[in-house]
């Protein structure tokens, strides 16, 4: 049995903390797909901060960890178990839970004999497993 481990939002947390380094100062969210094109990446950091909603937020991370999800649907992985990392913690407990069930009904369709989300240290430890 072997473990495998994904990062769901990869790309935007990369872009934020060199945002905060190069800068000082950062945003807290971006909202773009790891899929999305450099170009919108550029643009999203040029613009002002602003406000997000919990909404997007729990969208954004849902999306997020779907495809994550989707990517790692593959027979090489059956039998192992799958660890998808996720920040949580912009989420209060009570928002992100409702999305756990079509979280759950994605993993029992992957060949992974078990699927934990996890979140990041910001906010204590949270994990909660899909499968």
Known sequence: MGIEVTIAQARERLHLMQEL????VGRGFIGLPDNAAQAEYDRAIARP??????DQA???TKA????????????????MVLLVQAPLGSISEERWFPMIEELKEV?????????????????GPQSMRLK
Request: charged share 20%.
């Open 64 to 79: 997020g960890v779907l495809s994550c999800l989707q990517k790692k649907n593959k027979p090489k992985y059956e039998g």
């Open 58 to 60: 729990i969208n954004a």
């Open 21 to 24: 380094v190069e800068n000082g």
């Open 49 to 54: 901060r602003t406000m997000y909603s919990s």
């Open 107 to 123: 993993a029992a369709q992957l060949p992974f004999a078990e699927v934990h989300l996890v979140g990041g240290r910001d906010m």
